[in-house]
């Protein structure tokens, strides 16, 4: 079943989650008061919404409340932003992220009930997407455009093999470089060692590389 979020508010911030939200298998409602950004997103989301989402009748009437993650994506406008978050917080979204534009308005939406307050950087979205799509993914960190750093914790699809059984690196061009396992940190392991069920494995590689590993050997 695949995840289902919403993301009002279409710039930089907002579109870079939809994107990868969508290359990473989710159903994305993308919506946004200008037109312009929803037709640029309409052959990219699962559905790309022209709205004014400081209208309660109108978010209810696109069935938020149904979608199990909302991000607040708005960009200058801290009243939209402020209001929008209400609105979700009333219509029982479950989880609410949001963007904001500066520590007061920070303070401002953690005091209204968001469950995560983000302070963006540029294609910061990447990695708050990565984080949402997948509870084996716990960090990650840009080392350029298109290669990252990712902490990704082992489940039951790859514990108890070795690293010369998943071969990942000949499989996906990727490399595990550290493995933390509780205080323990295992630097560069060894063909040999094998991956535990808890482990958290440091992985370095191409985002698209990384992204096929987590999803055709983490989850199937």
Sequence with gaps: MKKEFVVIGLGRFGGSIVRELMSLGA???????SSERVDEFASIATQAVIANSTDESVLTSLGIRNFEHVIVAIGEDIQASILTTIILKELGVAQITVKAQNDYHEKVLRKIGADVVV???RDMGIRIANNMMSN??????????????????????????????????????INIVGIKRGNEIIVSPQASDKILLGDIMLVIGADVDINRFVKKALHG
């Design 27 to 33: 159903h994305v409602m993308a919506i946004d008061n």
């Design 136 to 173: 084996t993914v716990l960090d990650y960190l840009e080392l350029s455009d298109e290669h990252s750093i990712m902490e990704i914790k082992a489940n039951d699809a790859i514990a108890g093999y070795s690293v010369i059984d998943l071969d990942i690196r000949a499989k996906y061009g």
């Design 119 to 121: 302070h963006p950087e």
